[in-house]
C-alpha cells in the first residue's frame, strides 16, 4: 500500500469547492433572520457626547452598549476593546451601535447622529505615551562586542501597514438557541470566538456554540477579528430573538478590521574587517493601533526574529508595541517576523558594501549553524538549515553571474536569508495544552481537530498524517467539521503550528489506537467493539525551557529556514520597479504534501512581493483612505515574477513524520530581497512599499 505522507495526494475539500457545494458563510440562511450592520466612529479619537438615530426606526432592531449582558470587552490578551463604544472613541471605524433589519437593502437607510468632543489623536508610535508591550533580549556584553569591532554600521529601516485581503471578507450568521448561541463564521480560531461570546453574552460555556462555515482565505486577519463581529451579530440576535448574518463590504472589511504592524527598527552592528558579527543593537518599534489585541505575541516574535538567522555573542534587542489613534492592527502572516528581518536583511547587504564584501560571503560567515545559539539562548538542533539554503539559492538563481553582468544596466540582484520558528512562541504551547483526537467510525477513521481549513489544506493534510499513522489508506480518512461541541481545543490555527504541533498530536493519537486494535482492522474492530476515540494532548519536546521574564531559552520548537533571491528591472523613464523573477528555496523538514507546500512557498512570496513594491496603505487622519481594490493595489497574474521553487528536507525529531512549519515563512523574505536587488540595481530603499516615488526620492547611489 503506497504511503499517502510526501504524495501530492487529492485533496479533502477540492471537489465541494471547484463543483460550488461548498457553502461558505453568505450561502447560508436560516428562517426569520435579519441583516445586521454597525455604526462606526468618524474621528480617530475624542469624547462622545451624543448618540441619536436620524431615521424611523420601524422594523428596526438596535443595539447599543446597555444592551450587553456581560462584559462589554472584546476578550484577548488585554481586554482593553469594548465590543461597543461607551464614553470615548479612540480610533475611526470603532463600533458604536448595531443595526438590523429583515431586508439587506434597508440597511441602506440607517442614519445616526454622532456628536464629538475630539482630542488630538497620535498617528506617531514613537510619539505615543501608552506602551501595549515593552521587552529586552540580551545575550552577552554589548560594549565587549563592540569593542572587538573594526566598525559600526548603523540604520533605521521601516515598513508600513499591509492589508491581509482574503478572498471572502469577514462574516458570520448568530443563531439564538434554546437561551444560548450558536455562530457559524469564516474564521480562523472557533475556541477564540467561543471565549469573546462567552464573556460578553454573559453565558456558561456549554451554552455557546461556534461553527465555522467554509473559509475563503484568513492570513491571519480571521484570527482574533471574528470575535468582535461575532459578539455584535449575536448581540442583535439575542435582542431580536432571530437569527442575524453580518457580511462586511470589501470597503468596511478594509476600513475597518485589522492589518499588519507598521515597523520602525534602527540597527547598530558591530563587524570585523573580514565581516563577522561581533555585537548587535537593536531597537525595534511596532505601532499597535488604537487597541492591544495580539500585539503583545506579534512584538515577541518579532523581537526573537530581530537578529536574523545569525550567530553572534553579544546582543541585545529593545521591543516596544505602541498606541496610536488608527484601527488596531493585529495578525497578518508572518506575524512580526517579516517586519523584522526586512530590517535585518537590508542591513546586512549595506554591512557587506561597507567592508567591500560579497553580501553571499557576509551571510555564510555568520551563519547560524547546528549547536549554535540564538540571541535567546537556544541551542540549534541538527536541522539548522542556514548555510544549506542559502548556498541553494545562490546556485539556483546563478546569483554570482548575474550579479556581475548586471552591474550598472538598470537590472538588479538580491537575497535575503531568514528563519522562521514553527509554533507558539516560548512556553506557549504548554499553556495552550491543545488536543486532538482521532475516531474509529464504522466507515474508518475521522480527524477531530478544531484547526480551520482555509484554503491552505488543512484536512488533507491531517488525514495523510493519520493514514500513514495507522497504515491505512488516505481514502478512508476523514476529517469533522469544526464546531466546538464536536471537537477538541486544537488551539488557534496561527504561528506555522497546524502540522507540526497539531499534526503531532494526531501522529501520536493514531499510533495509540493503532496499539488498541492490534491485529483487527479499523472496521473489524468497529463491528466488534464498537466506537472508540483517542486523544493525545500537547507534551513539550524533553528538555524544552523558556523564561518568559528573561526572554532566555527554547523560543520554539524548532525553525525553517529559508533564502529568497529576487531579480528585478527598474524602468528609468517612471521609476516603477518590476520582478522579473523570485527563487524561493525554503528548508521545512518534510513536505507531507509537496503540492500544497510548493503553492504555501509560492504564494507567501507572491504576497511578500506586494508588500514590498505595491501594496501601500493610506492613512487620512487615523483612517485607510484608500479602501477599495482600485486604489489598494495588488499584484495581478500580470505583476507577478516567475517563482522558483526548491523545498530541501532536514526532518525535526519531534514533528509529523519530520516536518516544520510552512505557511508563514515565505513571506519573510521577498521584501528584503527585491530591496537588496534595488541597491544593486543603485538605489537606496530602506521604507517599504518601494514604490515609484520611494525609488525616485532615494535616487542613485
Known amino acids: ?179 444560548g448561541m450558536t455562530v457559524y463564521g469564516s474564521l480562523q480560531c472557533p475556541h477564540y470566538v467561543h471565549r469573546a461570546l462567552v464573556m460578553a453574552l454573559g453565558l456558561q460555556a456549554g451554552q455557546v456554540r461556534v461553527v465555522q462555515a467554509e473559509t475563503g482565505g484568513g492570513f491571519g486577519g480571521k484570527e482574533e477579528y471574528p470575535s468582535i463581529l461575532a459578539c455584535h451579530a449575536a448581540l442583535l440576535a439575542r435582542k431580536a430573538g432571530r437569527p442575524v448574518k453580518m457580511i462586511y463590504d470589501r470597503a468596511e472589511d478594509m476600513w475597518a478590521t485589522t492589518k499588519r504592524h507598521p515597523s520602525i527598527v534602527r540597527h547598530r552592528t558591530g563587524v570585523t574587517r573580514e565581516g563577522r558579527i561581533t555585537a548587535m543593537d537593536i531597537d525595534l518599534v511596532l505601532d499597535g493601533g488604537a487597541y492591544c489585541t495580539l500585539s503583545p505575541v506579534v512584538l515577541s516574535r518579532a523581537s526573537i526574529h530581530a537578529s536574523g538567522p545569525y550567530r553572534c555573542d553579544h546582543i541585545r534587542i529593545r521591543g516596544r508595541a505602541m498606541m496610536t489613534n488608527t484601527p488596531p492592527n493585529g495578525a497578518f502572516r508572518g506575524f512580526g517576523a517579516p517586519q523584522s528581518q526586512f530590517a535585518t536583511e537590508v542591513h546586512m547587504d549595506r554591512i557587506a558594501e561597507t567592508l567591500g564584501i560579497d553580501p553571499v560571503a557576509v551571510r555564510e560567515q555568520n551563519a547560524l549553524r547546528p549547536g549554535d545559539t540564538t540571541a535567546t539562548g537556544q541551542v540549534l538542533g541538527e536541522d539548522a538549515s542556514a548555510v544549506e539554503v542559502l548556498q541553494a539559492a545562490v546556485r539556483k538563481s546563478k546569483y554570482h553571474e548575474k550579479r556581475a553582468r548586471w552591474r550598472g544596466t538598470g537590472k538588479g540582484i538580491g537575497l535575503s536569508l531568514f528563519f522562521h520558528g514553527s509554533g507558539f512562541t516560548g512556553s506557549g504551547e504548554v499553556t495552550l495544552a491543545s488536543k486532538a483526537s482521532v475516531e474509529l467510525t464504522a466507515g474508518g477513521v475521522r480527524v477531530l481537530v478544531s484547526s480551520t481549513e482555509i484554503g491552505q489544506g488543512t484536512r488533507t493534510m491531517h488525514a495523510q498524517i493519520v493514514a500513514d499513522a495507522l497504515g491505512i489508506p488516505y481514502e478512508v480518512v476523514e476529517t469533522a467539521a469544526v464546531d466546538t461541541a464536536v471537537v477538541p481545543d486544537s488551539g488557534p490555527t496561527v504561528a506555522s503550528r497546524t502540522c507540526m504541533v497539531v499534526g503531532r498530536l494526531l501522529q501520536r493519537a493514531a499510533g495509540d489506537l493503532k496499539a488498541r486494535l492490534g491485529r483487527l482492522s479499523p472496521a473489524a474492530y468497529f463491528a466488534a467493539h464498537g466506537p472508540l476515540v483517542v486523544t493525545a494532548e500537547y507534551e513539550p519536546p524533553p528538555g524544552a525551557a523558556w523564561d518568559e521574564q528573561a526572554y532566555r531559552g527554547d523560543a520554539y520548537g524548532s525553525y525553517g529556514w529559508g533564502c529568497h533571491v529576487a531579480e528585478i528591472d527598474v524602468r528609468p523613464d517612471t521609476w516603477a520597479v518590476q520582478p522579473v523573477r523570485m527563487t524561493a528555496v525554503a528548508e521545512i523538514g518534510r513536505a507531507i504534501h509537496p503540492m500544497m507546500a510548493t503553492g504555501q512557498i509560492e504564494g507567501g512570496t507572491a504576497q511578500g512581493v506586494a508588500w514590498a513594491l505595491l501594496e501601500e496603505v493610506v492613512m487620512r487622519d487615523g483612517a485607510m483612505a484608500n479602501h477599495t481594490l482600485t486604489n489598494y493595489l495588488i499584484p495581478t497574474a500580470a505583476d507577478t ?55 525616485m526620492k532615494a535616487g542613485r547611489l
Not at 110 to 139: G, N, Q
Not at 642 to 657: K, N, Q, S, W
Not at 663 to 691: K, S
Request: net charge negative; with cysteine.
Open 1 to 179: 500500500m503506497p504511503r499517502s505522507v510526501g504524495r501530492s495526494v487529492r485533496r479533502k475539500d477540492g471537489d465541494d469547492k471547484v463543483t460550488g457545494r461548498a457553502l461558505y458563510i453568505d450561502d447560508l440562511t436560516f428562517p426569520g433572520m435579519l441583516h445586521g450592520m454597525t455604526v462606526r466612529a468618524t474621528i480617530p479619537c475624542g469624547r462622545i457626547d451624543r448618540v441619536r438615530p436620524a431615521f424611523d426606526t420601524t422594523g428596526f432592531v438596535l443595539v447599543d452598549r446597555h444592551d450587553i449582558p456581560g462584559r462589554n470587552v472584546v476578550a484577548g490578551i488585554m481586554d482593553d476593546q469594548p465590543c461597543l463604544a461607551v464614553h470615548e472613541v479612540r480610533h475611526a471605524a470603532e463600533p458604536i451601535m448595531l443595526v438590523a433589519h429583515e431586508e439587506r437593502d434597508a440597511l441602506a437607510r440607517v442614519h445616526v447622529d454622532i456628536d464629538y468632543t475630539p482630542a488630538t489623536p497620535v498617528f506617531e508610535p514613537r510619539w505615543s505615551s501608552e506602551c501595549f508591550k515593552s521587552l529586552v533580549i540580551e545575550k552577552g556584553r554589548l560594549d565587549a562586542g563592540f569593542a572587538e569591532a573594526y566598525t559600526v554600521v548603523e540604520g533605521e529601516y521601516r515598513t508600513g501597514h499591509q492589508e491581509q485581503l482574503y478572498l471572502e471578507t469577514n462574516g458570520v450568521i448568530a443563531v439564538p438557541e434554546g437561551g
Open 641 to 695: 515574477p516567475r517563482i522558483d521553487t526548491v523545498i530541501l528536507e532536514r526532518p525535526y525529531a519531534h514533528g509529523p513524520f519530520g516536518a516544520k512549519g510552512v505557511g508563514e515563512m515565505p513571506i519573510d523574505g521577498p521584501a528584503p530581497a527585491i530591496v537588496n536587488a534595488l541597491r544593486h540595481a543603485g538605489y537606496d530603499v530602506r521604507a517599504i512599499p518601494a514604490t515609484p516615488e520611494r525609488v
